[in-house]
């Protein structure tokens, strides 16, 4: 797939999307750049910001499966991959598929199930595979995890581990919606709901296609140089106990190409990197062990104060 | 004659100089003064920053910087004077045309509290000591230093182990993996519900029977007091500072575990107008941070005993996990206690003492004691 | 430098200002007694025995500084000034005195034995005010009291040679020690005043940081040089004069005999006169009228050259004045090293500044600063060769670079950390660059971080975009 083609499934997937969401252009664009780079989201929002009707929407555009997990304190590992289980009438063990079957899985409230089941979803994420009673199964692609997570307020959760955050490609929250935003919510949603009314504007093989088609895109060894700098500022930084490892340095790369892609361009520019660095990196960083410092805010905050100070490669 | 042409002339040029920098030497000169975070917590290192800039093509041959801070916030060792609670520091630059420098002070919080520079004082004069000029500067920087978070279990040993030696323990709704048995099948258990290896067994269909637990709040409760008779300022100062860090340990912990969480102490706060503090019990990362906030502007002086204090409260809190940090224990505490844990709360207690009778220590609520000796009887 | 060894620099100059003045009270009576300066040599001896005095104080003392070890201390310059007159009455025979007036009434051997008493005690004197200073805080060695001290034997010395005429030769000398005096006046002064602004506590617990002291004396020898030059403007102006002057006079005298010898070695010539060669017929005029030529000549053209070496040499007395300042920095630094090692100071643990770390930036007003003036020559060069044999990529960079600095010129805070689309919203806020600047943006970005090679339509689009969008900044 070329530039301008990516270009095109993106603008259509987008704005397919948007007929649905109100503003959060920034937010299906990075959606978006995680899909095409193979990678997963974590959606850091309170309850009732449109999370699962972005999925939803998502899956439509590309005419693919969705699947909506909600989790909850006694969900079992078994209930997300699936189980072996004794059919009385065949009188043999059949498997039933789990949810993880699918191509888009909204897994909502991630940080209410116990830390098995969500090791159970963290690995197939990562493997891209599951393995019941010895037999592999491969899952489907493409492969796309929105997860959900309260945030840490919440009573009764289990959040997230750090380690296991650095799986997820991008961290995000879609936020409140601006007074004028609110109002056109109000304006769209008077009479119907829109979500019904869109279509696919795009296939699974697109996606795969625009997928394979990423690592294609040019990016300067000075820019290469400028995203190492800024991990290793993340390794010296006062406040940052654990900085960047190197999946998160190359995941950086990879989202500043799939943002590069969605844009129409064949090649990678600082403000790509500048852009979805704070997505990608501020999950993946540990600060000093005091809770109350560690909030996203806090950590995207620093990311930016570190761009803020890297010098850009431009002329002397 | 040359002579006195010589005199005078070296006169002029130097009255000439003292008139200049006399007159136009703190002229377009910004100076700002913050630290580099808003808040932090004890034992951490930050930097506090100046900037001066000099913006006229007359240069400031010496400018002095006089801060007046709090001796808590310890930087700048080999120029700094204290005097009481004061850290007096000079700091000095020399200013060419245009010039701006940027000076970072590594400083590191020594102790808890709100910290402030409020105004410093700009010094500067001409080049033989004929004329000194200076301006008062607002730079209103401030630093809200976070109590120290501890290693509880390392920290206190558990004296009865009715509970466990975890002195923060998660709660939730229902608990699927704690099964106490199974049942029949009925038609609005789920379907994930169902216990497979007993169906499998009985070739019916079966369900695990969970058991109920109650979701618990968190209550700390700080006494302020030392001793049992004190009145004024704590005596032992180093008990109650110790058991402040082991409070904001336990609200940092249920922060990350997202436990509600409530304060209260028979202290005040430096701007509480001598007000009691038992806040709501809420969780929230926007509500732990003024609960650390308040530990961290908290008074080492009672305003009312605590025994007192106690009394007027107990009935208020029910279903609760209570913690009482304290440096000494008493019959009517213990008392109160009890009566606390009919109205299901559970009770734990951490003493920051290790000179404590053995024999006040209640058997039937759970008790954790600084590490060290407990003297007998 | 550290403290401890500042402490000991600032007497032992002191105790040089203290020697200038003091020096005047021996070398003066010498000359009117006996006729003779001593010359360099003296001044030298005059150094030695009063630094004598403070180093040897400072040994003696150097155990325990009690009244004992102080009595003796005092008490050596007995030694020293015995110590001279005994080297005077060996050297005696050898000296020559010149013809004053007081030893023309005395016979030759008084004129010795008082020679000897003389340089004995002068010697004392000398070495009296070294052991003295040893004992004494560096501020009080050369206090208010000490400098109008200094001021009125100066003042009395120079009034004494006006109208002892015999001596008047030795007012360059006493010049030089007036001078010497100023200088460390002024230095020490401002050192003071720099102590006693950042001082704390006690005096050994001066905090003022050695880069502080060094601008301060910098700033104090320009200073000081100011006051010479105003001084001696005259004759700076009559010695540059002469200078100037000479130098077209020699090059006029030098065309007039090319063109003799030209006009020489020329056939025919000017008629019978010019067959004959040699010099060009001058007879008619008279030799006054000759030298009138050359002189007027050589007055304009002196007139101009010294116009503009007078413009010139303001204009670049801010960097001569930097260059000399660097100079004496590196002469103090080698100074302060051979100290140390003379002294065996340890290194002081405020020699270096651990407590903080200082960023220093020059945020020069934005016109005619220096970054532009070597902008502008760059683009001067590559109008040249270079930029003919650049390729579009290099010129487009190269554009775009000046672009930025034009912006950052035009008041813009543009950090290091800003990308290209940053820049350019940026920018914004000047009115008219929306299109030049974003499609510049654009082809930078391609040519910079996608590798593209422009071609000639975008190159030309890209230099009429430059053009406007540097139009628009430079009208800010």
Redesign the interface.
Known sequence: MNINQIKELGQKIGDNISKVIVGKEDVIDKVLTALFCSGHVLLEDVPGMGKTVMAKCLSKSINCNFKRIQFT????PS?LTGIN??NQKQEEFVFREGPIFTNIILADEINRA?PRTQSSLLECMEEGQVTIDGTTKQLARPFFVIATQN???????F?LPEAQLDRFFMRLSIGYPTVEEGRAILDRFQKQNPFPSITNVADVEDIIDAQDSISKI?I?A??KNYIVEIVEMTRKH??IVLGISPRGSLALMRGAQAYAAING???????DV?YVAPAVLSHRIIL??????S?TENTERIIEDI??????P??? | MEVLALALIAFVIMAFQAYIFRNFSLKNVEYKCEFSINEAHEGDEIYLIETVYNGKILPVPWLKVELNTSRWLDFAETRSVLAQDNRYVTSSFFLKSHQKIIRKWKLKCIKRGIFHIDRICLVTGDLLGNTVDSIGVDVNANILVYPQTIELEKTFTPVNYLQGDIIVKRWIIEDPFIVSGIREYTASDPMNKIHWTSVARTGRLMVRREDYTSQHGLSVFLNIQSIENEYFESVYKYYIELGIKAAATIFDTALRSGIPARFATNGTTSDGNRQMIFTNEASGRSHIQSLLSILAKLELRRIKDFEDFLRDVYKDITNSEIILITSYLTEPICGLLRQMKIRNNRIRILITNTNIDSSILPTDIDAYMLKGEVLNG | MGSKLWNIFKKEISLVAVFTFLYQLILLPRTVLFGVTGGVTGVFLGIVLIFAGYIIAGYITKKEQNFRSMLLSYLSAIAAAVIIAIIYWIIAPELKYGGTQFINMLNWKSVQSLKIVFEGLGAFILYFVGVRTRFLEHDLILSRNKLIFGAIIFISAIIFMQYYSSIEYLKRTVYTFVYVFIAISLLIKNQQNLDNAFIKKHIDLSTVPKNIRNYNSIIVMVLFALIIIIFNIKELVDFIVYIIGNIPRTIVLFMLKALELLSKLLPGGEGEGGSQGGSPDMSGLPEGEENAIVAIITKIIFGIILVAAGAFAIWKLPALFAAIGRKIKKLGNFIAELFKKLFLIQKDSLDKEIDYIDEVITIKPTSHSKEERESKKKIQRMGGRLWKNADYMEKIRFMYKLTVNYIIKSGIDIKRSDTTKEIYQKALEIDGLQESLGFATDIYNKIRYGGKVPDDAEYIKFEEKFSSTVDILKKK
């Open positions: 304190p006694d969900l079992l209930d289980y004794y116990t945030p840490v307020e919440i009573q009764g959760t959040p040019e300067s000075d820019l006062e406040r361009r064949d090649f990678v520019t600082p403000d500048k000093r062990s005091h809770a109350i410092t909030g761009l803020n100070k890297v010098a850009v431009i002329e002397d």
